[in-house]
């Protein structure tokens, strides 16, 4: 296991017919499902474990237009036809994953700063995606992701507080139900970190997932939200496909849409514990492209 792992690993429970088992790789015997899930070692947990449900029939992956998707398999996992079949030996170094870019601020500063970019073996077209928001009817992200870019590529305007995007946004209208998006290779139920002002109006959930044999917390922040869904509080579990907010405007008045941003907590911090002002600094987590863990059609 990497140097740099949480110092926890897990098994993902998979359905699995031992007979296409052994049509496939007949030397190898697959555990009968396990629906044991090792929680982070540093992980702060609620006294009593409260999940928000989605609407209608249980749904293990995301919930869009009442279509149930399945997230695809993890980094270090083989999709046979659909079955998610581990590698022998799957490791994920931070290293390889983590590059280091540059851009100049508003003020004329330079800043380095380092991120996660989209992996080569994952779609580059931002539709083949499932967001947290309906898609259907056109292209679903108006702005993408651009810190992997150089300098003069990336994002900037008037109104404008940062130089470069580290997320997408996914313009709606007004109120539309805005539901937790499952990531590929995630371990239980996402965990909400905050509820407040961030990026305008923000939900900040916490989600497992493993990579290789690794387990990496990840960060997801819905912001610019017309309002979070009541009752939803931090320390609750949200299940894939509930309704944790809504769509609007707070902190960019005039453009209606989700932000959706995804981000990689560093080895050893415990998001729970931070204080909610410091969690998009790069000493506690660094930005990640979201087409690496969203789930694709």
């Known amino acids: 296991m990497s140097g740099v792992a949480q110092g926890v690993t897990a098994r993902r429970a998979r359905r699995w017919s ?8 007949p030397w190898v015997w697959l555990p009968a499902r396990d629906r044991a899930v090792a ?9 009593e474990v409260t999940h928000i449900e989605p609407e209608g029939a249980r749904c293990d992956g995301v919930l869009i237009a009442d279509e149930c998707l399945h997230p695809r398999c993890a980094v270090g996992e083989l ?3 659909g079955f998610c079949l581990p590698t022998a030996g799957a490791v994920v170094d931070e290293g390889a994953m983590v590059a280091t870019n540059v851009h100049t601020e ?7 700063y380092e991120h996660i970019p989209r992996r080569h073996d994952v779609p580059e077209d931002y539709d083949r995606f499932v967001y947290p928001v309906p898609t259907a009817g056109g292209r679903a992200v108006s702005s993408g992701y651009d810190l992997d870019r150089p300098d003069s590529q990336q994002r900037r305007g008037v109104g404008l507080h940062a130089t470069g995007h ?8 007004r109120g539309t139900p805005v539901r937790v998006a499952a990531l590929r290779g995630e371990q239980g139920d996402p965990e909400v970190v905050y509820v407040g002002r961030l990026f305008g109006t923000t939900v900040l959930l916490r989600q497992v997932v493993r990579e290789g044999d690794t387990l990496w917390t990840y960060l997801t922040l819905y912001g610019h939200l ?15 496909g509930a309704v944790v907010s809504f769509v609007g405007d707070t902190d960019a008045e005039g453009y209606v849409h989700l932000h959706y941003e995804v981000r990689r907590a560093r080895a050893g ?4 514990r931070e204080d909610i002002a410091r969690v998009t600094e790069q000493e506690v987590s660094v930005p990640c492209d979201p087409r690496n863990v969203l789930p694709w059609r």
Not at 18 to 25: D, I, K, Q, R
């Open 79 to 81: 999709d046979l036809d």
């Open 166 to 173: 580290g997320g997408v946004d996914l313009p709606q209208p």
């Open 106 to 112: 508003r003020t004329g500063r330079r800043v380095i």
């Open 226 to 240: 017309d309002a979070a869904a009541q009752g939803l509080t931090r320390g609750m579990f949200v299940r894939p």
């Open 269 to 272: 911090v415990d998001v729970m």
């Open 39 to 47: 929680p982070l070692a540093t992980s702060a947990r609620a006294p």
């Open 18 to 25: 031992p007979w296409v088992a052994l049509a496939v790789v």
